[in-house]
């Protein structure tokens, strides 16, 4: 399973911009909802977070301390 | 493709206009449309033209003597691109690219101030823009002149660490955002330089920390 940027269904009012900032097509409308194709292409630029006006979409991070 | 005056009315500019004076108005306008990668204008150059984006997504945007990029802004749709050249005469502050297919509307300098001259409203519609866009910049500009944003950060970070083991806390770049009190672009920013300087690798939805007591050290210096 390929981790993709998550969508709160809620608070999206479908106004695409998600869908057209990603350079690599994993954001797509499924009838009326946005949804993810889980692709590797997806390099977590977080540019869809980014534009999204309503806050709706989140690309979080984990954050891991390296083992020495 | 005619302007469409619908769009017109959501320009801040333009608000409270009449019907029939954004019928006139429109006349001046000519739309303009490009496709994702390309350039709409380059910083330095000289502007004649006042742009407003209709649809898509712009990256507004600085270039470094490094060739670096500092994203300022992503325009949204009907907003404004580049309105500081055009009223100071000054060559424009950054570049803008499309982000997407975009659809702008244009209006030359010239026709824009016939229009100011016959509607002083749109003046003050404009000033109220602009005036709210240096509010946004000084903020910025105190984010990114006083380090201690960077510091904050840094304690956002080991302050959510996991052991990379189980599902440790997640965080995005908003929430960063949100916790140090500025906006998500100086985080980007942030996590950038911290890994520039090797104390953090960002890999896909992860954030190593390789340079645990470099980031603690970062904070102490802060305080
Ligand atoms: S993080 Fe970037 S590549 Fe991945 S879905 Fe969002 S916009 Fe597309
Ligand atoms: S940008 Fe946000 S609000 Fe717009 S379609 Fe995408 S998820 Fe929904």
New binding site residues.
Partial sequence: MIQ??EINQDKCNLCGL?IE????G??ILVGNIVS?IEIE?????????AICPTGA?T?SFEIIIEER | MAIDSNSLTVLSYFSGLSVAELEVIKQSFFEKTIQRGEMIFLEEEPADILFFLISGIVKLFKTSAQGKEQIISLARPYEVLNDISIFDNGPNPMSAQAMSTVTLYGIKKGRLEVILRQHPQVSSRIIQVLATRTRQLISLVEDLSFKHVIGRVAKILLEHTGDGAGPGQRLTQQEMAAMAGTAREVVARSLKAMEERGLIRLERHRIVISDKNALQEMINQEV
């Fill in positions: 993709m940027p998600c900032i990603c350079r690599c994993a954001i993810f292409e997806c390099h977590w630029c977080t540019l869809c977070e979409l690309c």
